[in-house]
Nanobody, 127 residues
Framework: QVQLEESGGGLVQAGGSLRLSCAAS????????MGWFRQAPGKEREVVAA????????YYADFVEGRFTISRDNAKNTVYLQLNSLKPEDTAVYYC????????????????????WGQGTQVTVSS
């Protein structure tokens, strides 16, 4: 099990940027595929982006449209989500999640595939 803690959320105007961080502790972070999810009020949790254990494979939801970038630094046990060109509809609680994986395991894209979750960080985009 890995413990995850998100930071970097906040209030930003439409068109602005934020950088979310997720610090991991516990088991070997470099053996984990990582994902970012979000959940808006009244909506289901949805995947935003995912990255494999080495950072060589990534996945983005269609709504990202090139605005967000997921990355990781295994030396710092941290995964990042750079949010650019934010829109009011990006307002949500953003969660990071981890799945202990073997090297060639596919990149998980669904919430149920992840075992470990952070508490979330609020992102609010004003119009």
């Amino acid at each position: 099990q890995v413990q995850l803690e998100e930071s970097g959320g906040g209030l930003v105007q439409a068109g602005g940027s934020l950088r979310l961080s997720c610090a991991a502790s516990g088991r070997t972070f470099s053996m984990y595929h990582m994902g970012w999810f979000r959940q808006a009020p009244g909506k289901e949790r949805e995947v935003v982006a995912a990255i494999n254990w080495s950072g060589t494979r990534t996945y983005y939801a269609d709504f990202v449209e090139g605005r967000f970038t997921i990355s990781r630094d295994n030396a710092k046990n941290t995964v990042y989500l750079q949010l650019n060109s934010l829109k009011p509809e990006d307002t949500a609680v953003y969660y990071c999640a981890g799945k202990h994986s073997r090297i060639f395991d596919p990149l998980p894209r669904e919430a149920y595939e992840y075992n470990d979750w952070g508490q979330g960080t609020q992102v609010t985009v004003s119009s």
